[in-house]
């Protein structure tokens, strides 16, 4: 019975909705879930109370409000604001965010589809989103919203770069650029990568934190200056959009870091063959630790000066990548 | 093959569709009347054009194409337009007169490419080997092989970054590093 059910996903175009479908829902309820955390999180650090009454306890209805209440908000459009361009930046950074998942394996064979350039593919892929960012902050028509998103493409920029070098180091010891080719890999080799690559791995989670312009890197968005950037002139489901995917991209990267330095679905002293039903909590486990460590300092540093911002990504972090790269390829071929 | 057989294979359905939207893209490029949409059908000119290279199986050039091309050089593109100026809505001082020398020499470098395309390759049909270009293959033919064409690329890029350091630098006058010195 259950195999004539699933025979239906052979078709092409059926595993193909059911995946779309999957992922759509996945976004949602990712964005919900590491949004309460950084909700009832930044509360406790700040001793606050945080959410409490919505849903009768801890609040926990909170963002399923928040979503409604995005809902049923106007969708309101600048007059002078360049319409399409307007409308289509909010999509295009979702697909970005869309699109990485793509590549991340939940466990063996718990991948939608993995391709042999994986690693390469997502940081290809979420370089759309910077495209998305400029657009927004363009066709706002607002002096506030310009200077955000130039800003957020100014540190894009500068941190694509350590953010590409710091897997390459992940990349060389496992000799494939595949995902799930990379877990294999540190299944095999008995340790998670970041034993090391702690460089590469410091480097990759300081470089995703600014590409995710959290803070202390939110200087495109930086409230006491530009209102709110480039998501000045955005409302309603139209600013959900760019909400959602902002956690879900915190979700992917730490998925991303996860699987390339701390072994991914697998930990040491797991037994390979549970690795189907356990694996997926294990990467899980990872991701939201990995989260929580984004929640945790952005409600603990201070924000970068823009200066200081870039100093820290061309003069630091790049050399320092860069030679982390020439250190494991030496290493490599020695060893 | 008749057009029978052409319609009913997907790849041509999906080919088309791509080469459509890359056609439409780049004509909209020139033809765009604001200098922001100009460089956003460029995204959608790229785009399509890795689409291309998925159909022939060559997934490391079409991503490459994605990282490089759209992700780093339209976004500067639109990093230096919106740093300087770029006003929403038309702008006239985009459109010319002067179409029929630039039209000409378009239309002469199409020709010549479609001459050198037929010449080299006629209607042989070349199909997609179906399965993606082995990266180690690539990696080791582009630093084995091809390694001195690989390098001068490298060495022209280092060239115009010296380049443009010289053109946009501006040497600092005595008096300006007392300044710089003071502060």
């Given at each position: 019975m259950l195999e004539t059910v699933l025979?239906?996903?052979?078709n092409f175009w059926v595993a193909l909705g059911a995946k779309l479908l999957l992922v759509a829902l996945l976004i949602p309820l990712i964005g919900m879930v590491i949004g309460f955390a950084e909700i009832k999180l930044s509360a406790k650090m700040q001793a606050r109370m945080g959410p409490y009454f919505a849903g009768g306890?801890?609040?926990?209805a909170q963002l399923i409000a928040d979503g409604i209440k995005f809902f049923q908000k106007e969708d309101i459009i600048p007059d002078n604001a360049d319409r399409p361009v307007f409308k289509t930046a909010p999509m295009l950074v979702l697909v970005g965010t869309v699109a990485?998942?793509?590549?991340?394996?939940?466990?063996?064979?718990?991948?939608f589809r993995d391709l042999s350039v994986g690693i390469f593919y997502a940081l290809a892929i979420s370089s759309l989103s910077t495209i998305g960012v400029l657009m927004a902050g363009w066709s706002s028509a607002n002096k506030y919203s310009l200077i955000g998103g130039l800003r957020a493409a100014g540190q894009l920029i500068a941190y694509e770069l350590p953010l590409v070098l710091a897997a390459v180091g992940s990349v060389i010891m496992a000799g494939t650029m595949s995902m799930s080719g990379i877990v294999e890999a540190q299944i095999t080799a008995g340790y998670p990568y970041v034993i090391f690559q702690f460089v590469g791995f410091g480097i990759f989670m300081v470089a995703a934190l600014a590409e995710l312009t959290?803070?202390?890197?939110?200087m495109p968005i930086a409230e006491s200056e530009l209102?709110?950037?480039?998501?000045?002139?955005y409302s309603g489901f139209r600013f959900l959009f760019f909400f959602l995917a902002e956690f879900a991209n915190m979700f992917t990267m730490s998925a991303i870091a996860a699987t390339l330095f701390l072994g991914g679905y697998w930990l040491p002293?797991?037994?390979?063959?549970?690795l189907e039903f356990v694996g997926p909590v294990i990467l899980l486990a990872k991701v939201f630790l990995l989260a929580f460590a984004m929640i945790w300092f952005r409600w603990t540093f201070p924000r970068f000066r823009e200066d200081q911002l870039q100093t820290l990504a061309w003069k630091w972090l790049i050399p320092l990548a860069l030679a982390n790269i020439g250190a494991t390829a030496f290493f490599k071929v020695v060893l | 093959m008749t057009l029978g057989d052409w319609i009913s294979q997907p790849v041509n359905w999906v080919f088309s569709a791509l080469g459509l939207a890359v056609v439409f893209s780049g004509f909209r490029v020139v033809t765009a009347k604001n200098v922001v949409h100009a460089a956003l059908y460029l995204v959608g000119a790229l785009a399509g054009t890795a689409g291309l290279f998925l159909l022939l199986s060559a997934e490391f050039v079409a991503w490459s194409l994605v990282l490089?091309?759209?992700?780093?050089v339209v976004v500067l593109f639109l990093f230096g337009i919106m740093i300087t100026r770029a006003p929403t809505g038309l702008d006239?001082?985009?459109?010319?007169?002067?179409k029929l020398v630039p039209g000409v020499l378009a239309a002469a470098v199409f020709a010549l490419m479609t001459w050198a395309a037929f010449d080299a390759f006629g209607v042989e049909q070349i199909t997609s080997a179906g399965v993606a270009t082995d990266n180690a293959l690539l990696g080791e033919s582009l630093l084995g092989r091809f390694v001195i064409p690989f390098e001068v690329v490298s060495f022209v890029l280092l060239g115009a970054l010296i380049g443009g350091i010289t053109i946009a630098r501006r040497d600092l006058t005595p008096v300006e590093e007392e300044e710089r010195a003071a502060v």
């Open positions: 025979d239906i996903f052979d306890r801890w609040g926990w990485l998942f793509v590549v991340i394996p939940f466990g063996p064979g718990l991948i959290r803070i202390p890197f939110d209102v709110m950037g480039y998501l000045t002139e002293g797991i037994p390979t063959e549970t | 490089v091309y759209i992700g780093a006239p001082a985009l459109d010319t007169n002067r």
